[in-house]
């Protein structure tokens, strides 16, 4: 599957707008037997949330090795929410849990 | 050059060329193993310099403990300028260390993941300059970073033949925890690499301790089987092979 955007500035250190949608990035690879199965989980399980809260982001480090470079991920898949990632094909669980805490800091963040 | 014979790589080590019959097979895997505090960063670093600077190979850093910046402020106490090095594009240092801001934190791992992502990245630097030599730096650090172990030992093999296919020689550190018996924390490293060398720092008195280096393994070759005097002197790792240690 073609990638859905190339990836943007770094969502590092900025915080999400209160209201704004949820970066969710996952960083694959052509050769990673894994990556597929995580891609359909991330992508079910952000539906079933409600898609118009995320927005996903796939960096295909077979074309884009330095983007994996700058946030230091080498272990595929990886998926990363507000500043956490988790390695391996997600649970459903677990990516709940990112996005309720990276909507926790941006509310932190917009109420400093 | 036929390829059922050998190709050296000199390895910018003074002295250790003598013992391994004039350096490291073109190609291989080779593990520096060690306690801490014995040299294998400052040796593996050294295989890089030299490496650009004296045999015009650009070589390529992965580093996954230490910072950038403390590992060229480390090298230049032997007057090896590894920044010089980056800017002249004859060395990538590729950070993958703790220190790094901009990394997100693992909060989660499950056993479904590969090292295709690292692969990506060295290869690129590879591609980029050129590369003839690689040092990843260490591979213990690996050992605390995943829990899947099972994993990192087969992913390791396909890292060090994607690595090496082309003719690039790969050197890996391994860190030998205190009280173990093995040469690292996965306990596949000596099957993973076709060299082993093994750097000691043993007391020798309650005063002093002793540097000594010996060559474990390293497949096609005929070497030394003693254990050498090693010392870090001002200018780097020295090996005096006509020193037999009684250190180690």
């Known amino acids: ?112 | 050059m036929s390829d059922f014979v050998i190709e050296r790589v000199k390895t910018g080590i003074p002295g250790l060329d003598e013992l391994i019959e004039g350096g490291f097979p073109r190609g291989d895997t080779i593990l520096i193993a060690g306690r801490a505090g014995t040299g294998k960063s400052i040796m593996a670093n050294q295989f890089l310099y030299k490496g650009a600077t004296e045999y015009d190979e650009p070589g390529v850093l992965v580093t996954l403990e230490e910072s950038p910046l403390l590992i060229k402020r480390n090298m230049m106490r032997f007057g090896m300028d590894l920044d010089a090095l980056v800017k002249e594009k004859k060395l990538a240092i590729v950070d993958l260390s703790p220190s790094k801001e901009v990394t997100p934190m693992k909060i989660g791992e499950y056993p479904s993941f590969d090292l295709s992502g690292l692969e990506a990245i060295i290869l690129n630097h590879v591609k980029k300059l050129g590369a003839k030599r690689v040092v990843i730096d260490t591979l213990a650090i690996l050992a605390y970073k995943f829990r899947s172990r099972d994993i990192l030992r087969e992913e390791f093999f396909k890292l060090a033949a994607s690595i090496t296919r082309a003719g690039t020689t790969l050197i890996l550190t391994s860190e030998i925890p205190a009280h173990h018996d093995g040469l690292g924390v996965f306990d596949i490293e000596a099957f993973l690499a076709s060299g082993v060398i093994v750097l000691y720092n043993e007391m020798i008195s309650e005063t002093s301790r002793s540097r000594s280096i010996e060559i474990l393994k390293l497949r096609g070759s005929k070497h030394s089987s003693r254990i050498h005097s090693m010392r870090i002197t001002d200018e780097g790792i020295r090996v005096w092979p006509a020193e037999i240690s009684s250190g180690a």
């Open chain 1, 1 to 112: 599957m073609a990638d859905d955007a190339e990836p943007k500035e770094s969502p590092e250190g900025e915080d999400t707008e209160e209201d704004g949608p949820i970066e969710v990035v996952l960083f694959k690879s052509n050769s990673c037997a894994f990556c597929p199965r995580a891609e359909e989980v991330l992508r079910e399980t952000l539906t079933d949330f409600g898609g118009g809260f995320f927005v996903l982001k796939v960096i295909n480090v077979s074309e884009n090795p330095e983007a994996a470079e700058e946030f230091g991920i080498f272990a595929l898949p990886t998926t990363m929410i507000g500043g956490v990632s988790v390695t391996g094909i997600p649970e459903p669980d677990m990516i709940m849990k990112m996005i309720l805490g990276a909507k926790v800091s941006s509310k932190r963040g917009a109420s400093k």
